[in-house]
């Protein structure tokens, strides 16, 4: 991983090493991680996205062991909530759908089990969690703890019919090859179902860096279903569904609309103020991108994708049958001419 702060002279995209990137802006200053204080703030650096790959990413990021560090430090409440949100009620029906009897569900950054913990008792339940005191508590709710980090995926044996990770992708700073290790937990015909945000919603573009999904510095990384789609050839998988949904709720259809329209307006004036201060000396132009517009449920900003391994299909060598031969058809006859 690259050092925050440090200087580069060429971006590359950490996935594909293109460097056919579009800079989206600046991410603002980040003072908590997980739930935890940061002293000093991090600078929040910038959002990039890659034109051949279709990734979106934060970059500079930091090292690998910090970011593991502060996961294992985070409280089970962090993340907690009375209420099943939107993406875990989808990813529960797609799971009942996937499982017609009993099945193996794996939840990589499973949390404390609540999502599984909802499933009924056909299916086996185990999970992946960085947080010991969340791990803990999933363990409280019937989950098998078969691993603390992504990388003990590999030494994970057996197979799943579902293998799940909700919120989990954007964490991670390769997710590509975090795919393919999810992938290759399943058993055969099993699913794989990822919920994330979604960085082809109009309004993010239209924010960059500034959106408020980029504003928590765990963050790392920003997909979309174009990089699915292409993610997933590279892979042998099949993207089977796509599933656009907002996160959260605003109110009511009047109350979101207003809110919408206050979003586009105060992001425009932002805008505007950064056309103003490009314009002027440097010693004029410094600032900050102080912070995040846009919150959770205001736009349908969110996607649940289902993939599985790709069906090869099997050419048969056997000599092909020689086509039917049609019966001969009958003459046609010109009544006219016969006089009938």
């Not at 019937?142 to 995926?153: A, K, M, N, P, W």
């Not at 103003?276 to 449920?297: I, K, M, Q, T, Y």
Request: with cysteine; hydrophobic share 40%; aromatic share 8%.
């Amino acid at each position: 991983m690259t050092a925050a702060g440090g200087a580069e002279s060429r971006i590359e995209c950490r996935q594909c090493s293109g460097d056919a990137l579009d800079k989206l802006g600046a991410i603002p200053l980040a003072r908590l991680f997980a739930g935890q204080l940061l002293d000093p703030p991090w600078n929040g650096d910038s959002l990039y996205l890659c034109r051949r790959c279709h990734l979106g990413f934060r970059h500079p990021i930091r090292s690998e062991a910090e970011y593991e560090r502060l996961y294992e430090r985070a409280a089970e409440t962090v993340w907690v909530s009375s209420e099943l949100r939107a993406d875990q009620r989808l990813v529960l029906s797609a799971i009942e759908s996937a499982c017609a009897t009993a099945g193996k569900v794996l939840d990589v950054g499973c949390y404390d089990g609540s999502l599984l913990a909802r499933l009924g008792p056909r299916f086996s339940k185990y999970g992946v969690e960085a947080s010991a005191a969340a791990a803990r508590k999933a363990e409280h709710n019937g989950v098998e703890i078969v691993g603390t980090r992504i990388r003990d995926l590999e030494s994970v044996t057996g197979r799943f019919e579902v293998v799940c990770a909700v919120d989990v992708i954007e964490h991670v700073s390769h997710p590509r090859a975090f795919i393919a290790s999810l992938a290759g937990r399943l058993s055969d015909g099993g699913t794989l179902i990822i919920s994330t945000g979604n960085m082809e919603t109009p309004a993010w573009r239209w924010a960059g860096g500034r959106y408020w999904y980029c504003g928590f510095p765990e963050h790392l990384s920003f997909i979309s279903p174009a990089w699915a789609h292409a993610a997933a050839a590279q892979l042998n998988l099949e993207v089977v569904g796509l599933h656009r949904f907002a996160y959260g709720g605003v109110g009511g259809s009047v109350s979101r609309m207003r809110r919408r329209c206050n979003y586009y307006r105060k992001l425009g004036q932002v805008k505007l103020s950064d056309a103003v201060r490009a314009r002027l000396p440097r010693a004029f132009a410094s600032g900050a991108c102080e912070r995040s517009h846009g919150r959770p449920g205001l736009f349908a900003d969110h996607v649940m994708i289902t993939l599985r391994h790709r069906v090869v299909q099997q050419h048969s060598t056997a000599m092909p049958s020689e086509p039917a031969v049609p019966p001969p058809s009958s003459p046609k006859i010109d009544r006219r001419m016969n006089g009938t």
